[in-house]
């Protein structure tokens, strides 16, 4: 269509923006009304035929003459031009149309910042070959949520389903082409064999680099794995990943801010590869604001429990702004609206006989009910009468429709003669959709000879072109025709694709290793399954690269099956990469596969596989707390004594640090000291970053907190001078945690916004539970129960999701405060006995329970769990400091000098500090010190204590923790100084009724009462 206004009768026609208006006002119209008046317009010196319009504005849709009546009856409404005055629109009679009007044509009209310069994408202009009636309903619905983006600026998705040739997308399509004019649409397909990682997202930053590629400044390397860019992407940084989605919100969002949201329409997501659907959940989770319409089609049919749509389709159920429209056949009503439109008439008798039959045959399929009545015009069961009126013979209305839809393909395709036929069953094996190039070399001719051989499934509606690249209309009439072949035709045609391939990409397959490994997977050579496990290796290490983890894990599945046994070194490097693969998806047995890996690798002398294994083999922090993994100690420390380089050898002795945390203290400063030094050794910022995060946390023990913290400061200045913000916010989860230790929540408070940030972004599940178990802590130390207990749940539920080790413990421990606040510690008395009983070397559990039993009363088994009291960090630092805060209680409470005179000199050096775990805090420990103290009878210095406690504990702001700490004060006080005492436990009561402390209020009720 050429651009322009043209300017008729106080009317003015937009091709730019698409609008038909009338003193500024837009007049709704019809798209195919639209392109009929823009084609009389331009053809205005003469007179235009029906038959110029049908192949003009219609093409190869299946449609009558008497359609162009109806619509230029719909124009002439539209543009007030009565059929009998015709002063715009004249009717040369048996001859055509011609515009009459005085037309003045000026420059096409451009809204100022409107994103202009992209176009209606081809997929979505492109005829189907089918007519378009009914789905009043669902254009609606889809107008309205449209109404919603531009009038809130916020992000919608709206999830059409329905099965094979329902018309998803042909609804996606006119309803685009009506919103075009004020949106900025963008298109994207999923395709069944291609398995390419993010192809519809792909599809669309493809379409908005070629025509608005500004929108991309600042993003292109974030987004090299979707444009195919040379930008280095580092496959171990979760910040890869992160970047990569958050950078396709943010070109969205962009081309919103020129004036117009976007309009993304994902298209057959039920062939979808995960991270696809990953990009889309995390649009749907982070895009709120945006002011973006999604439209994702997919065949719900072919959605079983298991498939990857299902988890999403479950996960957004109570998203906001989410709509569903599951698109059903066409009723009555609208299989006889689909017949006019295509004979522009109303139907007669015959007509209506012929809706029955066509409804009862295809359940009001579309695409059936088009493909049918197109077979029967064509063999002559139906025929059309000169005014366009349908005859159905008395047979049909009797007997119903005597053919199945792909008897009808199949019928199609062979009255399009041999030539066409030869073309199109060599197009079924490549795939839906092809190039003229690939399918002329393929069939041994020159491209235009090839052309002429689709040019009848072109006009016949079979296939679509958009200059040299073909798709079949539907899927349905590619699986027709593959399905006709024979077994060994299929064969020896996929073995001739994947030769064409391999010719075409040289040595670097890229994109296309997939396609080839699914040919040679189907070839008939020999060789063939050598050659498909080679690319399907290449992949897998593709989607790796394009962060595309979940497609890895698939590729490199299929390669273990393919290889021949005794192909060890392609083996181990293939366990490797499936081992990187299952851990950056989340898949727990990543540990096994990487296991394996590095054996294999030991026993066949290969130092760098082993190395990459065992780096591989680790989340980011300690396996398992509280637990030395001896097989992955071991394979570390192999491939150590290989001898990597520097960078290496220092990540692998942070990994050795971290996983040996429960070891002897002197080897895991041995392994972190040798890792600092590495990491300063080989000078590499990023490696740095890592080393100290690792360390750091190896190094858990409250005495090694000043060097804790200088390693991490070490590690924020080198993430800075990355620049790589993600990698700040992994560092951000380490100075959350050392912030509290030292009771300073102004840090806590910054550094949990930028941890935040980092989390909300971040599409690793550890970084995300981890963010959801500091939110219950920050809500605990406020004091607000209720919704600390929701955020622990909410914690929990994402832990278990995702596989964490330790979701149950952090749990546990977030609930054991809570009900201890409330005093309702009875409710988790049987399940600290099940823990402690599952988890007998976890001395923080036996602690809490004997608090709890202490609480209840039951001073006997108190004493019994207390007469085995540790005060080591057994096996567990980071839980340590917890523990000989309850050990400190129950000696209080059951006046136990001995063992509290053991835990004086420890909780001493820890005075000014505060206990923590990570996923809990008890306070100041100067509070359990002041505990031990008193049990002691050393009154002064129990009082010092305190002093010190309210003080780090009113930094902290936790006010529960600061009434606990009055009321131990006022006991301590009670016989000396009964009036600061009273005053004391009168401001602990006061605090503890207003946040709801019950436990708290019931002890210092008790107090009050007794001092009078």
């Keep these: 269509m050429g651009g322009g206004t043209y300017r008729f009768d106080g009317y003015e026609l937009d091709t730019s923006l698409y609008e038909l208006r009338r003193a500024g006002e837009r007049i709704p119209i019809e798209p195919r009304a639209f392109d009929v008046l823009h084609h009389l317009i ?40 009565g059929g009998r005055e015709q002063r715009l629109i004249r009717t040369a009679y048996r001859r055509g149309y011609q515009f009459v009007g005085a037309v003045v044509q000026a420059a096409a009209g451009v809204r100022p910042g409107s994103g202009h310069g992209v176009p209606l994408p081809a997929r979505l202009a492109v005829s189907s070959g089918l007519a378009f009636a009914g789905r009043e309903h669902e254009r609606a619905a889809l107008a309205d949520v449209w109404k919603e983006v531009i009038a809130s600026g916020q992000r919608r998705v709206v999830l059409v389903n329905g099965e094979a040739g329902i018309g998803k997308t042909t609804l996606c399509s006119v309803f685009a082409a009506a919103a075009h004019h004020e949106a900025v649409v963008l298109y994207g397909r ?24 500004d929108v991309l400044a600042g993003h292109r390397e974030a987004l090299a794995p979707l444009l195919g860019g040379a930008y280095a992407v580092d496959l171990e940084s979760d910040s890869a990943r992160f970047a990569l989605y958050n950078s396709v919100l943010d070109v969205l969002a962009a081309l919103s801010a020129r004036g117009k949201p976007a309009l993304v329409v994902l298209d057959d997501l039920h062939w979808a590869d995960v991270q696809t659907l990953a990009l889309l959940r995390h649009l749907v989770g982070r ?34 702004g989410i709509t569903r429209l599951a698109l059903r056949g066409l009723d009555g009503g609208e299989v006889l609206s689909l017949l006019e439109t295509v004979a522009g008439h109303e139907m007669d008798h015959d007509g209506l006989a012929l809706r029955d039959v066509l409804r009862a045959e295809t359940e009001g399929n579309p695409f059936f009910v088009t493909e049918i009545l197109r077979h029967l015009t064509e063999t002559g069961a139906i025929r059309q009468q000169d005014d366009g009126r349908w005859t159905a013979p008395t047979y049909l209305r009797n007997q119903g429709l005597p053919v199945s839809v792909r008897e009808v393909v199949g019928r199609r395709v062979q009255r399009l003669g041999p030539e066409t036929r030869r073309a199109l069953d060599t197009a079924s094996v490549i795939g839906r959709d092809f190039a003229l190039d690939l399918l002329s070399e393929l069939l041994s001719e020159d491209p235009a000879r090839t052309f002429e051989r689709l040019l009848p499934a072109v006009d016949n509606a079979l296939v679509t072109d958009a200059v040299g690249r073909f798709a079949f209309t539907h899927a349905i009439v590619a699986h027709t025709l593959y399905a006709e072949l024979s077994p060994t035709a299929r064969a020896f045609g996929h073995q001739a694709v994947a030769v064409a391939l391999e010719r075409r990409v040289g040595d670097d397959a890229g994109e296309r290793a997939g396609e080839i ?19 399907a290796q290449r992949a897998g290490d593709y989607a ?61 002398h ?27 100690v071991e394979i570390l420390r192999r491939a150590i004594a290989a001898g990597p380089r520097k960078a290496d050898g220092a990540l692998l002795h942070a990994m050795l640090a971290i996983e040996i945390h429960a070891g002897p203290e002197e080897r895991v400063e041995e392994a972190a000291s040798m890792a600092i030094a590495l990491a300063r050794e080989a000078g590499e910022d990023r490696v740095i970053a890592h080393v100290a995060r690792l360390t750091e946390s190896a190094l858990r023990t409250l005495d090694a907190l000043e060097r804790r913290e200088q390693l991490l400061h070490e590690g924020i200045a080198a993430a800075e001078r990355t620049g790589d913000a993600l990698l700040r916010g992994m560092l951000s989860m380490s100075h959350h945690e050392i912030a509290l230790e030292r009771g300073d929540r102004d840090t806590m408070d910054r550094e949990r916004g930028i941890r935040g ?36 749940h909410a914690a929990f539920e994402l832990g278990v999701s995702t596989g964490q080790p330790e979701a149950f413990f952090g749990y546990a421990g977030q609930v054991f405060q809570i009900r201890r606040a409330q005093g309702r510690v009875a409710e988790v008395a049987d399940t600290f006995e099940q823990v402690l009983e599952q988890n007998p070397t976890l001395q923080v559990f036996r602690a809490g329970l004997a608090h709890v039993w202490c609480e209840l009363g039951r001073e006997s088994d108190a004493r019994a769990l ?19 805060m309850l050990w400190a209680e129950t000696c209080h409470a059951l006046a136990l000098p001995a063992p509290a005179s053991r835990l004086v000199p420890i909780l001493d050096g820890w005075r000014g500090q505060v206990a923590s775990t990570g996923a809990t805090t008890e306070g100041a420990i100067a509070y359990g010190l002041g505990r031990a103290l008193a049990t002691l009878g050393r009154l002064d210095d129990a009082a010092a204590a305190y002093d010190l406690a309210l003080t780090v504990n009113r930094r902290l702001r936790a006010p529960l923790f600061v009434a606990r700490t009055q009321l131990a004060y006022a006991e301590l006080l009670a016989e000396a100084e009964p009036d600061r005492a009273r005053a004391l436990a009168t401001d602990a009561g006061a605090t503890t009724g207003r946040f709801g402390f019950a436990g708290v209020r019931r002890h210092s009720e008790r107090l009050l009462e007794r001092l009078g």
């Design 42 to 81: 331009t053809h205005r010196d003469r007179v235009v035929s029906k038959e110029e319009l049908l192949d003009s504005v219609w093409g190869d849709r299946f449609v009558s003459e008497a359609a162009v009546t109806t619509v230029l009856r719909t124009i002439r409404m539209a543009i007030g031009d």
């Design 190 to 213: 999923c395709d069944e064999e291609l398995s390419i990682p993010y192809q519809p997202w792909r599809e669309v930053l493809t379409s908005v680099d070629r025509d608005a590629p």
């Design 544 to 604: 790796l690269t394009r962060l595309a983890p979940d497609d890895a894990v698939g590729w490199y599945l299929r390669v273990l099956e393919l290889l021949p046994t005794g192909d060890t070194t392609q083996r181990c490097a293939t366990l490797v990469g499936l081992g990187t693969a299952q851990r950056q998806a989340g898949d727990p047995a990543h540990r096994d596969t990487l296991l394996d890996a590095g054996r294999l690798a030991i026993g066949l």
């Design 606 to 632: 290969d130092d760098e596989l082993l190395v990459r294994a065992a780096l591989a083999n680790n989340r980011g922090d300690v396996s398992q707390f509280g637990a030395v993994d001896d097989e992955r």
């Design 866 to 884: 207390a007469d085995s009291l540790d005060v080591s960090p057994g096996g567990a630092p980071q839980f340590w400091s917890t523990t000989l």
């Design 517 to 535: 490994a699914h040919h040679w997977m189907h070839a008939i050579d020999p060789q063939s399954r050598s050659k498909a496990a080679w690319y």
């Design 757 to 792: 940030a980092f989390a909300r972004r971040s599409a690793e599940p550890f970084v995300r539970w981890t963010n959801a178990q500091t939110q219950a802590i920050h809500l605990f130390l406020d004091g607000d129960l209720d919704g600390a207990e929701a955020a622990a």
């Design 287 to 320: 895009a709120l604001a945006t002011p973006v319409l999604v439209i994702a089609t997919f065949r719900d049919t072919d959605v079983a429990a298991a498939h990857p749509l299902a988890g999403l389709l479950a996960a957004t159920h109570r998203e906001p």
